[in-house]
Every structure is written in C-alpha cells, then in structure tokens.
C-alpha cells in the first residue's frame, strides 16, 4: 500500500497484480490472497489486520468481505481524523 492509496485503489492495483500471475500460470487460493492483501498493508493497519485474522477464517472469507471490513475501517479512521481536527480548530479560536 502506498500512503496515498485508499483501501479501494489498493484493491484494484493488487487485484490487476493477481490477475496478471494467474495469467502467467500462477495460482493463489483465497486464504493466500487474503494474507497478501493484508500483509500489504501500511504499519498503522496492522491492529485491524490482526483483528480480522484472529476473527475470520481467511481460507474462505470471501475477498471481497475483506474489503468491505477494511474501507468501513478507514472511513472510521477518517471521521476520526476530522474530528479531531475540528476540535483542534475550536480550541485555537
């Protein structure tokens, strides 16, 4: 993932990447995608990416749940940050 990158940007960049091994005869199952995927995350995902490991069984949730999890995650995460940053903006005045 690159800092820039949102959940779904990342997705379509890793699925691309996937796509074109498996067009070169390579094969992942859906546990090994999904451990790639998270495993390519940034360091400050590495809570929920822990969490959802510990939680789900990877070898059959579907990526796309994945997914799901992760962007309603971030969205959180950004709320979050605007909040702050709000209450931040109030204390200055």
Do not use: C
Not at 2 to 22: C, G
Not at 25 to 34: A, D, Q, R, V
Not at 47 to 63: G, V
């Amino acid at each position: 993932m690159e800092s820039h990158e949102n959940i779904d940007k990342m997705y379509f960049r890793f699925n691309d990447m996937v796509k074109d091994l498996e067009g070169l005869g390579k094969e992942y199952s859906l546990g090994e995608k999904n451990r790639k995927f998270l495993n390519a995350l940034l360091k400050e995902w590495e809570p929920k990416s822990i969490a959802i490991e510990e939680s789900k069984n990877l070898n059959s949730m579907p990526i796309d749940s994945l997914i799901n999890s992760l962007t309603s995650f971030e969205l959180k995460l950004k709320y979050k940050l605007q909040d702050e940053e709000a209450k931040g903006k109030r204390s200055i005045v």
